[in-house]
């Protein structure tokens, strides 16, 4: 027997890749037979036998003794005379077995069966990586910056498995260095090709319910439920959270002794304001606490259109909108709900619309878009949110805010 000790040399992918031996052996006579099959047309009659322990295999073809000229499947079949010259007693209707070498397939063949392989090796590689992957879709994972392109981070964790972190998932503040270790949640795997494509996300609102989890031990344990996440990344969040325990805070819990349990939370995502809220089945109460620091005078639901008219005091206006409009929207995703702010004494105010002779009806439109649709209402924000909050530039703002302060002082 001709010792090919093909399986030591591919040795490599067994120790860098976790592949078993057995799993091996199973990829190398997948592989044999397809050459076989490609050579001979046919493999059912040939027994590949792989010993692992020493690296060797042999590949035996077995045929039915025929008459000289009685051959018609020349893979099936063999002629007598051809036996003989194998073994010189064989006779005809009995069976042979041939050894068959790597060599008889060929130089091409060999080369092919090599690379088919290598292949056969990474296709199963690349299969166990998404597995393990998939089973990951939602958790924290931790790995180190590789390669910083313009539209991704490359990351590589402690096996060398690629991770990619796009522009889009990143918190805009996020600034990272080669070899800096990231955290951030396996939000999809994907193959692409027979490649897993593994995406992390460092904005979605899962990836903050899992800081939660593993930074509140009363989150972790259960004791607190995470009952909706909403997030403007960078900038703020607002958590609702409860407890079916009577005895448990679930906000004191989840912030600590002035901020001590979340700040860490905090720094992760880049300085994010975070408000933690207790969360409520009365809905007036749970849109109330959703739109502080402001303090709500009433609230008018309609649940069908899913709309909340929140009557507030005029200084408080401001507070519910938040820098950017951050807070009026947060708190309309976290509620399910469209807000609509209005402010007490509003018969004093007067819409928007009744400027149109002065005021162009995009810029109005601008306005109405971010929630501003009377004078005061836009009166009351400083110029630097209405340019944050509106597509308009500065210049057009100051003129607008000078035609409307012209009505007020008449």
């Not at 000289?68 to 042979?96: C, M, R």
């Amino acid at each position: 027997m001709e010792n090919i000790a093909l399986i030591d040399s591919f040795s490599e992918f067994k120790d860098e890749k976790l592949i078993d031996r057995v799993t091996l052996m199973a990829i190398l006579e997948d592989v044999l037979r397809n050459a076989l099959k490609k050579k001979y047309g046919d493999d059912d009659n040939f027994d590949i036998i792989i010993n692992p322990d020493k690296g060797d295999l042999e590949i035996w073809r077995n045929r039915i003794v025929v008459a000289d000229d009685e051959v018609e499947e020349p893979n099936q079949e063999i002629a007598l005379s051809e036996a003989q010259k194998i073994e010189p007693d064989f006779e005809v209707g009995e069976d042979v077995a041939e050894e068959v070498k790597l060599v008889d397939l060929g130089r091409r063949s060999i080369l092919a069966l090599r690379q088919n392989l290598i292949s056969k090796i990474h296709e199963h590689d690349n299969t166990n990586i998404y597995k393990q992957f998939k089973e990951l879709e939602g958790e924290i994972y931790s790995a180190e910056v590789h390669h910083i392109r313009h539209r991704a981070i490359i990351l590589l964790d402690d096996e060398g498995n690629e991770i990619i972190l796009p522009k889009d998932k990143q918190i805009p503040s996020d600034f990272f260095r080669k070899g800096e270790n990231v955290r951030g949640i396996i939000e999809s795997v994907e193959l692409k090709g027979n490649k897993p494509a593994i995406i992390m996300s460092r904005t979605a609102p899962a990836f903050l319910e899992k800081l939660f989890e593993q930074e509140i031990p009363e989150v972790f344990d259960g004791l607190i439920t995470i009952k909706n996440v909403v997030r403007i990344p960078g900038e703020k969040a607002k958590v609702a959270v409860d407890s079916y325990d009577d005895r448990i805070d679930p906000v004191g819990a989840c912030v600590g002794m002035k901020g001590s349990r979340i700040h860490g939370i905090v720094r992760e995502l880049g300085n994010e304001n975070i408000d933690v809220i207790n969360y409520t089945n009365n809905l007036q109460l749970f849109i109330t606490r959703a739109l502080s620091p402001a303090r709500v005078t009433s609230i008018k639901l309609d649940e069908e259109n899913k709309r909340a008219e929140v009557l507030l005091k005029p200084e408080e206006v401001s507070k519910a909108i938040g820098r950017g409009g951050h807070n009026i929207r947060l708190a309309g995703k976290l509620t399910g709900y469209e807000i609509d702010v209005f402010r007490e004494g509003a018969e004093e105010d007067v819409e928007l619309t009744e400027f149109s002779d002065e005021i162009e009806g995009w810029i109005i439109d601008e306005f109405s878009k971010a929630g501003l649709d009377t004078a005061k209402s836009v009166l009351e924000q400083d110029v630097e949110d209405l340019v944050k909050r509106t597509d308009l530039e500065e210049e057009t703002i100051l003129d607008v805010i000078r035609i409307l302060k012209e009505e007020f002082e008449e």
